[in-house]
């Protein structure tokens, strides 16, 4: 599995920035593209998304036609890339093709090109779907949709860089799951070099959960489709692989079956705000902003103030702390343990991160059950739940023994 994402209309150009966990920037500047390599495993790839848009990319031509690039010419080869016109000549086409040359060739291999000014350009490769477009066509129906899949899976339209875990049969990527990215985003797949192109995406178990900006799941338009329909899981139309991602999914529920598939995992991000708000009372976490230790957590309908804002910041796999993004003091559930066990009902309180199992809590997805929702579990205690005593503004929120009931329930949405 690896990571990334994409926008809406058919238009790709592409943003790429540093991000903390070491992802350089491609920026369309004179000189070498820095993006780093990705750290992967044995079994899938974890990687950063940042394209915005893919440049050249529209309803009626696809990437392989008026915007300099040929696929029947190998990258590297005299003819692979136009530089008087298309991608080369502006800073949003050499960043499409930073990335283009990122999911194509596998790490240590470069390939360069000038722009209309004489100025040159190299682009490193990172991830190797499609190792033979070094030196050869990227003609096959293998070659172009193993591009596209990849390409469509690090889209990401606000530009923002997440890291995401991709998983699949391709060259470089493989089958593989990771702890540290637990929500099953979608699957990508495609071919944007046909005209007119075929961009697709359809949702995965859990996209509705560790949303991030510019992914599905956020409220942001997306460059391509979900063929399945609005909110539409990929089961319906995707073969999957066991417990895994997808190996083929369809075009539409009967037609065309793409067998190039990158299906992407996610984890929260810890630079992401979040709002918590119950299905019952609509109300949402809010611990204020006195930055006052022991001061209350209270609900309060959403309002977008400072106290109602949090970054959930990974302590564990699966187990978080989740921490107001103003005055930086965690949720506590300020229970007592009797015999490692909760007793009572724990109010929520904010305080000092200390590590403290009242401070560290696990957010479970309640799945097909009931999509979008999260149980918020104390001390990883699964019997547990965060809970809405009522429908009141500034009524104080307790943890107690979970039953089922919506107003233990919890969605968890980026800002």
Same mark, same amino acid.
């Given at each position: 599995?690896?990571?990334?994402?994409?926008?809406?209309?058919?238009?790709?150009?592409?943003?790429?920035?540093?991000?903390?966990?070491?992802?350089?920037?491609?920026?369309?500047?004179?000189?070498?593209?820095?993006?780093?390599?990705?750290?992967?495993?044995?079994?899938?790839?974890?990687?950063?998304?940042?394209?915005?848009?893919?440049?050249?990319?529209?309803?009626?031509?696809?990437?392989?036609?008026?915007?300099?690039?040929?696929?029947? +010419?190998?990258?590297?080869?005299?003819?692979?890339?136009?530089?008087?016109?298309?991608?080369?000549?502006?800073?949003?086409?050499?960043?499409?093709?930073?990335?283009?040359?990122?999911?194509?060739?596998?790490?240590?291999?470069?390939?360069?090109?000038?722009?209309?000014?004489?100025?040159?350009?190299?682009?490193?490769?990172?991830?190797?779907?499609?190792?033979?477009?070094?030196?050869?066509?990227?003609?096959?129906?293998?070659?172009?949709?193993?591009?596209?899949?990849?390409?469509?899976?690090?889209?990401?339209?606000?530009?923002?860089?997440?890291?995401?875990?991709?998983?699949?049969?391709?060259?470089?990527?493989?089958?593989?799951?990771?702890?540290?990215?637990?929500?099953?985003?979608?699957?990508?797949?495609?071919?944007?070099?046909?005209?007119?192109?075929?961009?697709?995406?359809?949702?995965?178990?859990?996209?509705?959960?560790?949303?991030?900006?510019?992914?599905?799941?956020?409220?942001?338009?997306?460059?391509?489709?979900?063929?399945?329909?609005? +909110?539409?899981?990929?089961?319906?139309?995707?073969?999957?692989?066991?417990?895994?991602?997808?190996?083929?999914?369809?075009?539409?529920?009967?037609?065309?079956?793409?067998?190039?598939?990158?299906?992407?995992?996610?984890?929260?991000?810890?630079?992401?705000?979040?709002?918590?708000?119950?299905?019952?009372?609509?109300?949402?976490?809010?611990?204020?902003?006195?930055?006052?230790?022991?001061?209350?957590?209270?609900?309060?309908?959403?309002?977008?103030?400072?106290?109602?804002?949090?970054?959930?910041?990974?302590?564990?796999?699966?187990?978080?702390?989740?921490?107001?993004?103003?005055?930086?003091?965690?949720?506590?559930?300020?229970?007592?343990?009797?015999?490692?066990?909760?007793?009572?009902?724990?109010?929520?309180?904010?305080?000092?991160?200390?590590?403290?199992?009242?401070?560290?809590?696990?957010?479970?997805?309640?799945?097909?059950?009931?999509?979008?929702?999260?149980?918020?579990?104390?001390?990883?205690?699964?019997?547990?739940?965060?809970?809405?005593?009522?429908? +009141?503004?500034?009524?104080?929120?307790?943890?107690?023994?979970?039953?089922?009931?919506?107003?233990?329930?919890?969605?968890?949405?980026?800002?």
């Amino acid at each position: 599995m690896r990571a990334q994402t994409l926008t809406s209309r058919l238009l790709i150009t592409a943003s790429a920035a540093l991000l903390a966990a070491g992802c350089g920037a491609t920026d369309g500047s004179r000189g070498v593209s820095s993006e780093a390599a990705a750290t992967g495993s044995t079994n899938g790839l974890n990687s950063i998304n940042g394209l915005n848009s893919i440049n050249g990319l529209n309803s009626i031509n696809g990437l392989n036609s008026i915007n300099g690039l040929n696929s029947i +010419n190998g990258l590297a080869s005299v003819n692979g890339l136009n530089s008087i016109n298309g991608l080369m000549t502006t800073a949003a086409g050499r960043l499409t093709m930073s990335y283009l040359v990122r999911c194509a060739l596998p790490a240590g291999h470069t390939v360069s090109w000038k722009d209309q000014d004489g100025v040159a350009y190299s682009f490193a490769g990172q991830i190797g779907v499609a190792p033979e477009w070094e030196k050869a066509p990227c003609s096959t129906t293998s070659c172009q949709e193993n591009v596209s899949a990849c390409m469509l899976a690090h889209v990401n339209s606000t530009g923002t860089h997440i890291p995401l875990w991709l998983d699949g049969d391709l060259p470089g990527i493989q089958w593989g799951s990771s702890a540290d990215y637990p929500y099953q985003e979608g699957a990508f797949f495609g071919n944007i070099f046909s005209s007119p192109p075929k961009a697709f995406f359809c949702d995965g178990n859990d996209f509705q959960h560790g949303t991030v900006p510019g992914r599905l799941g956020s409220a942001t338009s997306s460059i391509y489709s979900n063929p399945y329909g609005s +909110n539409v899981l990929c089961s319906v139309g995707c073969q999957s692989h066991g417990a895994d991602g997808y190996t083929s999914c369809k075009d539409q529920l009967s037609t065309k079956v793409y067998s190039h598939v990158v299906t992407v995992y996610r984890d929260y991000v810890p630079a992401v705000r979040y709002k918590l708000c119950n299905k019952l009372s609509g109300k949402c976490l809010d611990s204020g902003t006195s930055g006052s230790s022991g001061t209350p957590v209270v609900q309060r309908s959403f309002s977008g103030s400072p106290g109602q804002m949090f970054n959930i910041i990974k302590v564990a796999p699966g187990v978080y702390k989740i921490v107001n993004a103003t005055t930086g003091l965690a949720v506590d559930g300020n229970g007592s343990l009797v015999n490692n066990q909760w007793s009572g009902s724990a109010r929520l309180v904010q305080g000092p991160y200390s590590g403290a199992s009242t401070q560290k809590w696990t957010i479970k997805s309640l799945g097909n059950t009931d999509p979008g929702m999260n149980q918020l579990v104390p001390g990883n205690y699964g019997n547990w739940g965060i809970t809405s005593p009522d429908g +009141n503004d500034g009524s104080s929120v307790r943890s107690i023994p979970y039953n089922y009931n919506d107003f233990q329930k919890w969605t968890v949405s980026s800002l």
